[in-house]
């Protein structure tokens, strides 16, 4: 259980729900160690964890039997351990509505990763929590998935859309977004992160989106990695600044990503004239904007304006943008280093 000891938050990671921000209250506590210690984790002579983050592998139910390994990983290969299944150990989501159907596993070590094996192709939505990362993958046809620790997932199946979302704390992200996401179609896709972003390979890399979150920028870009009429089967995804991602491929063969193939647009929430800064004249837009589409108007700005304009994601302009990037201009005047999250989740 993580506790913030200035407001009393709790969470407990693993657990769909259980934190203080969903409603979640504690119905349950105590000092008796043998309850406290029911999984085996604890080294029975106190109440300290052997290790200080334990791994949760959380699935949506399978129907195929599979597998379950603690694998070592080799820069792009892997093999599985000895006694691989060795410190792996299922149990229950007590705040999950239908737990029976969930499938949750405490992955020991925090240097390997983990193998699943089904025994026949199935749709998969599973994640993986790590101390500093939270990897997600959903695969419409998966017959084996990879996590690693170091910030890499692998799968292989039958041709299908994919999606793998990484989400990282505070400095452990490659860039300056603390979420990536990537969707598409393939037959197997593999994805982790490396210096200044994440590589990216599949058999297929057509039309495939990708979308990124900091405090202050949401940038998104769909591309094909296709360059002068050559197909290639890995980029690398990467920061031009905050509010624009870049794909790049190695079309000399050297081993370096050197070829920009896509960018997104480059779009900061809040700075709505797009000068830089985010300012009262910002909120004003938001508010002319909102107060024209009242009056059953145009807004008066263009896509990528009302993309800025909309800070609350939304959808819409409305009053509550407007109120947000006037909060932000006015921390920004009294040197309060606002950010969207804390102004949008106070």
Request: proline share 3%; net charge negative; charged share 20%.
């Amino acid at each position: 259980m993580y506790i913030n000891t200035s407001n009393g938050s709790w969470e407990i990671p693993g657990y769909e729900s259980a934190n203080t921000d969903d409603g979640a209250v504690l119905g349950f506590s105590t000092k008796d160690l043998n309850i406290i210690n029911y999984h085996g984790y604890l080294n029975g002579t106190g109440l300290s964890s052997v290790q200080e983050y334990i791994p949760v592998l959380s699935s949506k139910a399978i129907e195929a039997n599979y597998s379950l390994r603690r694998i070592l990983l080799n820069e792009d290969s892997w093999k599985i351990v000895t006694g691989g299944d060795d410190g792996i150990r299922m149990f229950s989501s007590f705040t999950s509505v239908n737990p029976s159907h969930d499938i949750k596993y405490a992955v020991s070590g925090n240097t390997e990763g983990c193998n699943m094996k089904l025994t026949q192709s199935e749709k998969i939505d599973m994640s993986m929590r790590y101390q500093n990362d939270r990897i997600r993958a959903a695969f419409g046809s998966a017959k084996e998935i990879v996590f690693d620790p170091s910030g890499y997932v692998e799968i292989f199946g039958n041709k299908s859309k994919y999606t793998l979302d990484f989400i990282s704390n505070d400095g452990f992200a490659p860039t300056c977004w603390y979420q990536m996401t990537v969707s598409g179609e393939a037959g197997s896709v593999r994805m982790y992160k490396t210096d200044g972003g994440y590589i990216l390979s599949a058999d297929s890399l057509d039309n495939v989106s990708v979308s990124a979150k900091s405090d202050n920028a949401n940038p998104a870009v769909t591309f094909s990695a296709e360059y002068e009429g050559v197909s290639y089967q890995k980029v690398f995804i990467y920061e031009i600044d905050e509010a624009t991602i870049g794909i790049k491929v190695d079309t000399d063969k050297d081993g370096t990503f050197e070829t920009t193939i896509a960018q997104s647009s480059g779009v900061v929430l809040g700075d709505v004239d797009g000068n830089g800064a985010i300012e009262l004249d910002d909120a004003q837009l938001a508010l002319a904007a909102y107060t024209n589409q009242l009056a059953h108007k145009p807004s008066g700005l263009n896509t990528t304006q009302e993309q800025a304009a909309d800070v609350t994601g939304d959808g819409d302009v409305t009053v509550d943008d407007a109120q947000a990037i006037l909060q932000y201009y006015t921390e920004t005047l009294a040197h309060k280093n606002p950010t969207w999250d804390k102004i949008l989740h106070p």
